[in-house]
Each structure stands twice: as C-alpha cells, then as structure tokens.
T-cell receptor, first 114, second 115 residues
Framework: AQSVSQHNHHVILSEAASLELGCNYS??????LFWYVQYPGQHLQLLLK??????LVKGIKGFEAEFIKSKFSFNLRKPSVQWSDTAEYFC????????????FGQGTTLQVKP | GAGVSQSPSNKVTEKGKDVELRCDPISGHTALYWYRQSLGQGLEFLIYFQGNSAPDKSGLPSDRFSAERTGGSVSTLTIQRTQQEDSAVYLC?????????????FGPGTRLTVL
C-alpha cells in the first residue's frame, strides 16, 4: 500500500534559521505530491504541489520543495523561518486510484522561537 | 468566496450515542472527501463522494460509520454507538473534480470527543 513518511515529528528552530522537513513516499509510479500547512486554529491549507515538470517547486510564504524521484523524496525547505511559520506541516501523496484521495504523512510540528 | 464549512465545530457526546457531522462543500465542487485526524494516527482518509455516489468507502473504520451526500452538495457523516476511540477531528474537503484536480480545499473540522 502507498505510504508517506515524515522523519521529523517535532522541530524547534530560532527565527532566521533554515528549515528542511523530510518526506518520503512509497509509490513507484507517477506521483502527485503536496505539502499542506495547518496554522494554530486554522484550516489545512495548501503550501505547494508537484505534478510534473521542474522538480523544484515554489510555494507560498517562501517555501519550496524538491522532488527527487530516485530517492522517493519531497523535502520541504525554507531558507529563513519566521515566528509566524509555527504550525503543523503535512506531506501528502495523491492516490493513483480513481478517487484522488490524499495519503498523508504523520505531520511535523514546527515551533519557531522569536 | 465561501470556503468549506463544517458543523458543529465541537461535539461532546457520551459513549454509545449516535452523532451526525455535517459538511457544506464549496459551491460547484463535485468531489467531497472525509478525513479523520487523531493523535497517533495522523490524517486518515475515510470516504470519497463524486456527486451523490461514494465510489470509495475504503477508509471507514467500521460499520458504525456511514455517510451520505444529497443534491451533490451537503454531506453528513454519521457515527453510531460512538466509542472513545472515535474521538478525533473530522475534516471535510472538496474539489471541483476527483482524481484529475490538483487541490483539495479543507474545512475547519469538527472536534468530536466521546466521553
């Protein structure tokens, strides 16, 4: 079965530090990959997505992710985090079935200290 | 425009009672998904609707869980004889189509607590 693994469950950084959150998936075929973010008290919202083309994807709020097919990875990065980036981050892959359902990783809680 | 809405935002119930959770998707979105977010389990898919039919119910954890969608719009997730392990945040998401669309739009969720 398809699965998504996020390596870091809880990350604590100081403002201006660089961020990289790991994400690996298990499916070997064509994949559609997503990072969602959930700020405290808010809905899940899309940060960025990869469907095809340039493997380096840029999203909102200065986030980017790189799809590395050979490593089955889609790591999220940001050069300099801000206190407002404190949130929970979810990596997801779209199921290859006919439904489009998302399969999520366990999530990573990011705490940025001011 | 209006996003996905869910009601109630919080529900506390006693073990053994039935509960109904409601989702209003974005107008015109034909695909609707229910997910569950619980401690230790992350975000899990429950059921997918395309229009009023549910071609994928594979994530429903037991026959106590059911869902319906009427008029291609509002969906209700029903949990019968609730158990403490049903405590979770139930999320609804919609998209203009199913497998071929790039993004699902999530609602705020319903936090269910079973005492």
């Amino acid at each position: 079965a398809q699965s998504v693994s996020q390596h870091n469950h809880h990350v604590i950084l100081s403002e201006a530090a660089s961020l990289e959150l790991g994400c690996n998936y298990s499916y070997g075929g064509t994949v559609n990959l997503f990072w969602y973010v959930q700020y405290p008290g808010q809905h899940l919202q899309l940060l960025l997505k990869y469907f095809s083309g340039d493997p380096l994807v840029k999203g909102i709020k200065g986030f980017e992710a790189e799809f590395i097919k050979s490593k089955f990875s889609f790591n999220l990065r940001k050069p300099s985090v801000q206190w407002s980036d404190t949130a929970e981050y979810f990596c997801a892959v779209k199921s290859p079935s006919n439904t489009g359902k998302l399969i999520f990783g366990q999530g990573t809680t990011l705490q940025v200290k001011p | 425009g209006a996003g996905v809405s869910q009601s109630p935002s919080n529900k506390v119930t006693e073990k053994g009672k039935d509960v109904e959770l409601r989702c209003d998707p974005i107008s015109g979105h034909t695909a609707l998904y229910w997910y569950r977010q619980s401690l230790g389990q992350g975000l899990e898919f429950l059921i997918y609707f395309q229009g009023n039919s549910a071609p994928d119910k594979s994530g429903l954890p037991s026959d106590r869980f059911s869902a319906e969608r009427t008029g291609g719009s509002v969906s209700t997730l029903t949990i019968q004889r609730t158990q403490q392990e049903d405590s979770a945040v139930y999320l609804c998401a919609s998209s203009p189509a199913g497998r071929d669309y790039n993004e699902q739009f999530f609602g705020p969720g319903t936090r269910l607590t079973v005492l």
